[in-house]
């Protein structure tokens, strides 16, 4: 039973999880698994407290210089530069109870035109029945279209792109055995019972996770047809993060949110676009990526599972990063930037990299090299970081300001990272 909601969730969710990991080579490209081969990783690695001009960053003050410094690093070189103009914001809000009562269910619908039918995105907020004020959330960047995320009867369709037609349509839920959907009511009752918000949304409800999606969803607003794409140009994550920010706006005038104690999660892709939202939108208080690797909390300068050269290759996610990203493939030494700077980025906000101890392809080390290089800049801001060098064992959480915590297994949310949010949330929000 179990392997048949992995593979419906793998086939539904176009979620390459496992796809890659195992095998020797990936799009053409050799991929290594051997820690003997991996390269010194330090060779040519910027120091976060260094600016680019040389000199070294001494205290708070000049740490927020150097942060703008690394924030455009990342934009030219890897995710690409927000628009100058955030889209228009309409929104409506259908509020009822769910879970049979149980809980208040809003269902928010953000509009990024005038348009009821141009880019729009649900949003699928639970809240405690009983809370006495604003509550704090945790936000839940999905694969899974809101109505097949929770078996919760009244949740609206989400909508599903078709990358041949390049249109989206609704999705009703489907007939899994024995109504089975994907499973979140359990763990959205958990939070509620702890007095945490519980919102989730689809990713593609933004701008679609397919190439040559330029004139398409959000990232369609801003596109001028046949202009080809600077090489600072945003990448899909980019404009996720974009729409996360937009939620954020939202939450800020929703009384029933606290909206000063958000935290963000998703997984893989998702991962990666939730470290970069927390880099450029200060307002997420609690950062929380899963199993984001290459092109995400991994140090790209280690040659272990997935490289900048994999993710960039024309037949894979090019289209998720700013085009100059590909041209780091070859010459990853070179790189102005590495994921050690954007954990830096988080500081001194609450950061949780979220691993998994056979999720190989994304280089749990990686992610773990990451913390101990990036952890002086929250130690200058006075944090607590891990002081150990030795990556921990499986499902040996540190709780830290910038925490770590890597599960037994693969690759994905296993159930017991919801528990450890939630003790991180519980600690930091
Ligand atoms: C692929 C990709 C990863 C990514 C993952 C996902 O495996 O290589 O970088 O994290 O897809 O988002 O599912």
């Known amino acids: 039973m179990r392997k048949i909601v992995v593979l419906l969730c793998c086939a539904l969710l176009g979620v390459a999880a496992a796809s890659a990991q195992d095998r020797d080579v990936v799009a053409g490209i050799p991929v290594n698994y051997d820690e003997t081969k991996v390269g010194d990783y330090k060779l040519g690695l910027p120091d976060p407290l260094t600016f680019n001009n040389g000199k070294p960053v001494k205290n708070a003050r000049q740490w927020k210089k150097r942060r703008a410094e690394i924030v455009k690093l990342f934009e030219e070189n890897q995710y690409g530069k927000w628009p100058a103009k955030k889209p228009a914001l309409r929104y409506d809000v259908q509020q009822d109870l769910g879970f049979d009562g149980t809980a208040v269910r809003k269902q928010i619908t953000l509009y990024f035109t005038e348009f009821n039918d141009g ?243 994304s280089d749990p080390k990686g992610e773990w090299l990451a913390l101990v290089e990036g952890r002086k800049v929250y130690q200058l801001l006075g944090q607590d970081v891990p002081t150990a060098d030795e990556m921990p064992a499986p499902d040996q959480p540190y709780y830290t300001t910038l925490g770590y915590v890597m599960h037994e297994g693969g690759h994905g949310i296993m159930p017991q990272d919801w528990t450890y949010y939630l003790e991180f949330m519980k600690r930091h929000l």
């Open 119 to 361: 880019p729009r995105v649900d949003v699928l907020l639970y809240l405690p029945k009983d809370a006495a004020g604003p509550t704090p959330i945790l936000l839940n960047l999905n694969f899974s279209q809101n109505n097949l995320a929770v078996s919760d009867p009244g949740v609206k369709p989400g909508r599903r792109w078709d990358p041949k037609t390049r249109t989206m349509s609704e999705m009703p839920a489907m007939q899994m055995p024995g109504g089975m959907r994907f499973g979140m009511d359990a763990t959205i009752k958990t939070y509620l019972k702890e007095g945490f918000g519980f919102a989730t949304l689809c990713y593609t409800d933004i701008t679609p996770d397919f190439e040559d999606n330029d004139e398409l969803g959000l990232r369609g607003l801003y596109h001028t047809p046949g202009a080809p794409r600077a090489d600072n140009d945003w990448g899909s994550i980019s404009a996720w993060a974009m729409g996360v920010s937009r939620l954020m706006d939202y939450f800020e005038k929703d009384p029933d949110v606290d909206a000063t104690r958000v935290a963000l999660t998703g997984c893989s892709r998702l991962g990666k676009t939730t470290i970069w939202t927390g880099a450029i939108e200060p307002r997420i208080k609690v950062v929380m990526p899963s199993c984001s690797g290459e092109g995400g909390a991994a140090i790209s300068r280690r040659n272990y599972g997935e490289t900048v050269a994999h993710l960039a290759e024309k037949t894979r996610f090019p289209y998720q990063f700013c085009p100059k990203y590909g041209y780091w493939g070859d010459k990853v030494h070179e790189m102005p930037v590495d994921a050690h700077m954007l954990v830096a980025l988080i500081a001194p906000r609450p950061l949780l990299l979220q691993t998994g101890s056979t999720d190989i392809w």
